[in-house]
């Protein structure tokens, strides 16, 4: 069973397995291109309700889940959460960026999870290397107008402020600037409708 090739057939991305207990955790993303343009034309997107792209992923992982033999899990489900962000370290390749987003070297920093699927075996992956360490200049640091974004803290007080300025616009329609200026980000095909859906969500009118 080709995990990532599957995965990819519905535009999503196979990003990273992580052990969880006697388990494995498969966390999928969206995969570009063809994944906006695939929630654009779904069922979900046009029938006005709430989370079209929360009900599109429980639709498709849920999908996946089945055919894998496996459970979907997703970012919404609790309180309690499910520990995403201590799955993606915890897997090796996903990794903490120098303004604590999570970066992936397909991804950059657009890196993003829609589910996770939750399997008796672990689907074959290459090995991938942590892009931050070879990139010297390190761009990202420097590109949030108001220093929302650090190591340690994301200042969110900040970062709404900006966008309900004008200064802000650049962000609320193209989408976060510290993540646009990841070298891999650029690289990765995220369109700016679709960076501006998610700007939205966060930071509604």
Known sequence: MDHAAEARAVYLDL?????????????????????????????????????????????????????????????????????FIRWALGSGQVWQSPVGLLVHPRQGLWTSFRGAILLDHAPLLPELANPCLSCGDQPCLNACPVNALSAT?????????????????????????????????????????????HMRAFHPA
């Open 15 to 83: 990003l990273a397995v992580a052990p969880e207990g006697e388990r494995f955790v498969a966390l999928l993303g969206p995969h570009e291109p063809g994944f906006w343009e695939a929630f654009q034309n779904s069922p979900e997107a046009a029938d006005r309700a709430p989370d079209p792209m929360d009900r599109w992923s429980k639709r498709v992982i849920g999908a996946l889940a089945t055919q894998w033999g496996g459970s979907a899990v997703f970012p919404s489900d609790g309180p309690p959460y499910p520990p």
């Open 153 to 197: 803290s994301y200042d969110t007080d900040a970062c709404h402020e900006l966008l309900s300025t004008e200064n802000g616009a650049d962000c609320l329609n193209m989408g976060c600037a510290a993540r646009r200026a990841c070298p891999v980000s650029t690289s990765y095909g995220r369109k700016a409708d679709q960076s501006h859906f």
